[in-house]
C-alpha cells in the first residue's frame, strides 16, 4: 500500500491545531481563509509543474 497519500503523526498534530482555530472562526472568516488557503495550494501547483517542465533540460 501507498503510504505517501498519508498524513504524519506531525501533520495530524497540526491539523487538529487548526481545526480547533477554524472551529472559533466566524463564516465570513472561514471563507476568506478557505479562498487564500486555495489559490496558496494553486500557487504551491504552479511552482510545482514548473521545476517539473524545467527539471529535464
Not at 34 to 41: F, G, N, R, W, Y
Request: no cysteine.
Amino acid at each position: 500500500m501507498n503510504n505517501s497519500n498519508h498524513l504524519t503523526l506531525e501533520q495530524e498534530f497540526k491539523l487538529a491545531l487548526y481545526k480547533q482555530k477554524i472551529y472559533k472562526l466566524n463564516d465570513t472568516s472561514v471563507k476568506k481563509h478557505l479562498i487564500a488557503t486555495l489559490k496558496q495550494m494553486m500557487i504551491k501547483d504552479n511552482i510545482i509543474k514548473y521545476f517539473i517542465k524545467n527539471s529535464t533540460a
